[in-house]
């Protein structure tokens, strides 16, 4: 591999990017206004749907507030681990009918709504209550890592897979085969770039919402950059995979969207993924985008370390030597 070509694609893909400023724009502008309507809008209490966790399931012909519409019961078996989910609001409430006892947060405003309705729903019936109580979480402080991802996701696969597919379209590729340049070099070139501007870009979007809402932070922030940046390596390896061969931008586009639209819906960038069915949980986990925004939001809600986050970064660091891999192979000039 010779250094002096890698880093002249390098430096001139860079530039490319830096002077579209409506894609730079975009960039950054974007997911800090979404940051920003989020915040306005889930200032207050939200209007999602009631989630109940029922420890070690229950059947609901024998209780009354089981058969209480409106609410979503689902079945837990992990006591320690619910606790955590009732804390951090993810459950608003977990419920043992067999222990007659029930568990909710303090903060929770749906926690206590759930309370009363428990408690008129089973009024010959006493139950012991126990409070869980965290720091408090605002939904703009749980999506933040979402967004975050998502936007990084985007910028990754169109950032990488739209771009050489371009190239080919218009005949740049066939002649870049004719110099000395190898595919490694522009490949490598290619995805060093899209790497380190998704970082930059990233970290930017961070400080500036950072600086306008205020996020909470209880991990290290040198984790959350290490795990946005195998994350962002293994998005981009897999837009590779999609420009490896594809000549046409329409059919590239499609096969983009194919790919980031179920990851935007099935990795909890918007909302929980408890309650879902389990099968799409499963998928879930095939995704890069998921361990990427789990292991984010352990760090930043939980102050998760290396160590607790580390098979999501196995996770992640797998998928990119596997795509990379299938796109280096894959990819052809013309």
């Not at 893909?13 to 989020?38: A, H, Y």
């Not at 009918?97 to 309370?115: A, M």
């Not at 290290?220 to 837009?239: E, M, N, P, R, T």
């Not at 102050?303 to 990379?324: E, Q």
Request: overall charge positive; hydrophobic content about 50%.
């Amino acid at each position: 591999m010779n250094l002096k070509r890698f880093w002249a694609v390098f430096v001139c893909r860079n530039w490319e990017f830096l002077r579209d400023r409506s894609t730079l724009t975009w960039n950054l502008l974007f997911p800090l206004c979404l940051i920003v309507g989020f915040a306005f809008a889930f200032s207050g209490p939200g209007l999602a749907p009631y989630q109940v966790g029922v420890l070690n399931g229950a059947d609901a012909s024998d209780n009354a507030f089981l058969k209480t519409q409106q609410i979503q019961f689902i079945p837990v078996t992990d006591l320690p681990a619910a606790l955590t989910k009732v804390e951090r609001h993810q459950l608003d409430m977990l419920f043992d009918p067999s222990g007659r006892r029930y568990w909710i947060n303090d903060e929770s405003p749906k926690g206590y709504l759930l309370e009363r309705i428990l408690r008129g729903a089973e009024a010959q019936t006493a139950f012991s209550k126990q409070t869980v109580s965290g720091r408090l979480i605002r939904y703009v402080d749980w999506v933040l890592p979402g967004v975050l991802a998502m936007n990084m996701m985007f910028s990754c696969l169109f950032g990488i897979g739209y771009v050489i597919v371009r190239y080919r379209k218009s005949g740049m590729l066939k002649r870049l085969k004719a110099t000395p340049l190898t595919p490694l070099e522009f490949l490598s070139a290619q995805v060093a770039s899209r790497w380190w501007l998704t970082l930059a870009t990233t970290v930017v979007v961070f400080i500036g919402t950072d600086a306008f809402i205020g996020f909470p932070m209880h991990g290290s922030y040198f984790d959350l950059f290490l795990v946005f940046a195998i994350g962002a390596l293994s998005l981009i390896s897999l837009g590779m995979i999609v420009a490896a061969r594809t000549t046409s931008e329409e059919l590239a586009g499609g096969l983009l969207n194919l790919l980031s639209w179920p990851m935007t819906f099935l990795s909890g960038v918007w909302f929980s993924l408890e309650g879902i069915h389990p099968f799409l949980r499963q998928c879930a986990q095939l995704l890069p985008l998921t361990h990427m925004i789990d292991a984010a939001r352990a760090i930043m809600i939980d102050g998760a370390g290396l160590m607790a986050i580390s098979g999501h970064l196995l996770v992640l660091a797998l998928m990119s030597l596997l795509f990379m891999a299938a796109g280096a192979w894959a990819f052809r000039w013309e």
